[in-house]
């Protein structure tokens, strides 16, 4: 009697690892996007704690964001001595920019901030692009994918829009 395995049993043992990895790879990957998300809001909550202190300081709020880049309140020579934020966080994947707009007159009197999300499962109020008038096709592109993610996650400043 011959103690080998039959071509057809390792081929089923194949077959079985070959799903058992698919499955394994595939949450791998959601848990990959749902940890860049978790980032994402961390920052924007973080960006959020910085423009207040610096609306409190400066009664407006910056015109401009340089993520990358310090928030401070510009001195003479760059930044003045008060830095509300020593580096403003980019967004966690490459490409990707969060979206920074402050109240269209001018004054300064409000912002909003937007985050494009990875996980389209995300038990989250929808924003659309209607309503925050921020084009995710332009603004949050991913480059390695065609399609649009829409910017379903933003913040705004505790001061309401007119």
Not at 44 to 70: C, H, V
Not at 124 to 140: H, I, K, R
Request: proline share 7%; net charge neutral; aromatic share 10%.
């Amino acid at each position: 009697m011959n103690k080998g395995f039959t071509l057809l049993e390792l081929m089923i043992v194949i077959v079985i690892l070959g799903v058992l990895s698919s499955l394994i790879t595939g949450n791998f990957l959601n848990s990959l996007k749902k940890g860049r998300d978790a980032q994402r809001k961390a920052d924007l909550g973080n960006i959020q704690k910085a423009l207040e202190m610096y609306y409190e300081d400066n009664r407006a709020y910056p015109t401009s964001l340089a993520f990358g880049g310090q928030l401070c309140y510009p001195g003479q020579n760059g930044c003045s001595t008060k830095i509300y934020m020593q580096k403003l966080p980019n967004d966690p994947k490459p490409g990707i920019n969060y979206v920074y707009k402050i109240d269209p007159d001018g004054g300064g009197v409000y912002y909003q901030l937007y985050a494009c999300l990875e996980n389209d499962q995300q038990v989250l109020p929808y924003v659309s692009q209607n309503a925050s008038g921020v084009s995710c096709s332009t603004n949050c592109k991913d480059p390695a994918n065609p399609n649009p993610v829409p910017c379903i996650f933003g913040i705004s400043s505790t001061n309401t829009a007119p």
